[in-house]
């Protein structure tokens, strides 16, 4: 079983930080609105589903919030694992790291300009794809 990462499917926020995380996982993740996903994990109550994100790992057992994104996160960038260790160290990094998760997903509204929209061409890519770049050569 691969991992799952159930978000807010109708969040813009959420949708656009999932099409992010997606575009550099792949499909090593299973990605599933919490509205279609609850049915299926009847462990978690939904009240959990409406105040975070949740991780459930090949294992079956589950992170949420800011661990559930650090998690998703390891497998792809080197600092995701260094963090998530501290993370599980330390109360002050976990608690200063869930506060800003919470302060995020209560100001999702402040937030959604700075998550590129996944459904664009970012500039990286627009550069790679001109002629005439060092990409080309």
Same mark, same amino acid.
């Given at each position: 079983?691969?991992?799952?990462?159930?978000?807010?499917?109708?969040?813009?926020?959420?949708?656009?930080?999932?099409?992010?995380?997606?575009?550099? &996982?792949?499909?090593?993740?299973?990605?599933?609105?919490?509205?279609?996903?609850?049915?299926?994990?009847?462990?978690?109550?939904?009240?959990?589903?409406?105040?975070?994100?949740?991780?459930?790992?090949?294992?079956?057992?589950?992170?949420?919030?800011?661990?559930?994104?650090?998690?998703?996160?390891?497998?792809?960038?080197?600092?995701?694992?260094?963090?998530? &260790?501290?993370?599980?160290?330390?109360?002050?990094?976990?608690?200063?790291?869930?506060?800003?998760?919470?302060?995020?997903?209560?100001?999702?509204?402040?937030?959604?300009?700075?998550?590129?929209?996944?459904?664009?061409?970012?500039?990286?890519?627009?550069?790679?794809?001109?002629?005439?770049?060092?990409?080309?050569?």
């Amino acid at each position: 079983m691969k991992p799952k990462l159930i978000y807010d499917g109708e969040c813009p926020f959420c949708m656009n930080s999932v099409g992010l995380l997606k575009s550099v &996982s792949g499909d090593s993740i299973e990605y599933r609105p919490s509205s279609e996903a609850a049915k299926d994990h009847p462990e978690i109550p939904l009240a959990d589903f409406e105040k975070a994100v949740q991780f459930i790992r090949a294992n079956g057992t589950r992170a949420s919030a800011a661990e559930a994104i650090l998690e998703a996160l390891i497998p792809f960038h080197p600092a995701a694992n260094w963090i998530h &260790s501290w993370y599980l160290r330390s109360l002050v990094v976990r608690f200063v790291l869930e506060c800003g998760y919470e302060f995020v997903a209560n100001h999702r509204q402040l937030f959604f300009g700075l998550i590129p929209d996944s459904n664009k061409i970012s500039p990286l890519e627009r550069e790679k794809t001109q002629p005439g770049t060092v990409h080309d050569q």
